[in-house]
């Protein structure tokens, strides 16, 4: 899921790079910025998502490890 909402936002910016001149001509800047703001929003919401869910998992993984080992090394 989080690859394909920062896949979209890719594709925006290579949509934005191709066809800059066009977008220019028709004055198209403010809209182009919303959707490309937008995009980038989803991605960002979604990573900080993931980070909010793993994070604390990582951290009981390792705690758990560290534990482990500290007793095994001896």
Not at 17 to 38: C, T, V
Request: with cysteine; aromatic share 16%.
């Amino acid at each position: 899921m989080q690859e394909k909402k920062e896949a979209d936002f890719r594709y925006g910016l290579v949509r934005v790079r191709e066809n800059a001149e066009s977008i220019a001509f028709y004055g198209g800047e403010e809209n182009e910025l919303q959707l490309l703001l937008d995009r980038f929003r989803r991605a960002f919401e979604n990573l900080s998502v993931s980070i909010t869910v793993l994070l604390p998992s990582t951290l009981v993984c390792y705690s758990f490890i560290a534990f482990f080992f500290q007793f095994r090394i001896h």
